[in-house]
């Protein structure tokens, strides 16, 4: 398949195979490209910071203010960087992705994989979004709803893994992503364990 661009600069047509892009394009993918790969490292640590808030474990060092504070900066600017990579690839110009492919998931033939990045982002915008109607739904019905932010989480590592060939071949970027994972887990793990085991492994000091 050939794209044909019109370049606006000297007037000529460009013709390219698929696969291949343009200096601009090049430049828009490499934005995009970072702002997924901060989103998905800002998005593991919104969940730690998550977990450490409801459990109370850095309590002694960190109110439990500074800790909601710093969940809620960390999710918007997770979510600010999740939009930008996304739409960033509706502004290149050899490849056929629109805003509506952007935003409804497997629209217009879209990959399976980055269908499951837009479901984790649209997610993780609804829970975030939650925080208006908390008073409404009453705490534990909103705290039930906020469980999403960990399928949303699990969605964006699979998007990561599936569309990044540098994840997957375990170097830097996969080491990196495979720890921040490994983090997200073992809290979740810890959390769900019972209040004794946790006194137990000394993850929360016992109270007296």
Do not use: K, N
């Not at 500074?66 to 939009?83: D, N, R, Y």
């Not at 979004?129 to 960990?150: D, E, K, N, P, T």
């Amino acid at each position: 398949m050939l794209t044909v661009l019109l370049s606006p600069l000297r007037g000529t047509v460009v013709v390219l195979a698929e696969g291949d892009y343009t200096p601009y394009d090049q430049g828009v993918r490499h934005v995009a490209t970072l702002a997924g790969y901060l989103c998905y490292g800002l998005m593991a640590l919104t969940v730690c910071f998550g977990i450490l808030t409801t459990t109370g474990w850095a309590r002694r060092s960190v109110t439990r203010q500074g800790l909601s504070a710093g969940h809620m900066v960390l999710a918007v600017i997770t979510l600010t960087f999740g939009v930008l990579h996304g739409v960033a690839y509706a502004f290149q110009t050899g490849q056929q992705f629109s805003y509506v492919m952007a935003v409804v998931p497997f629209a217009g033939g879209g990959e399976f994989e980055v269908g499951l990045g837009i479901i984790g982002l649209e997610l993780g915008m609804a829970v975030a979004a939650s925080i208006w109607v908390q008073r409404r739904m009453g705490y534990r019905r909103w705290h039930l709803f906020h469980y999403l932010a960990y399928a949303a989480f699990a969605l964006s590592l699979a998007h990561t893994v599936a569309t990044s060939p540098e994840v997957r071949s375990l170097g830097g970027v996969g080491i990196i992503v495979a720890a921040a994972a490994g983090a997200c887990v073992l809290m979740t793990v810890l959390r769900m364990l019972p209040a004794t085991t946790a006194v137990a492994t000394r993850v929360v000091a016992q109270e007296v």
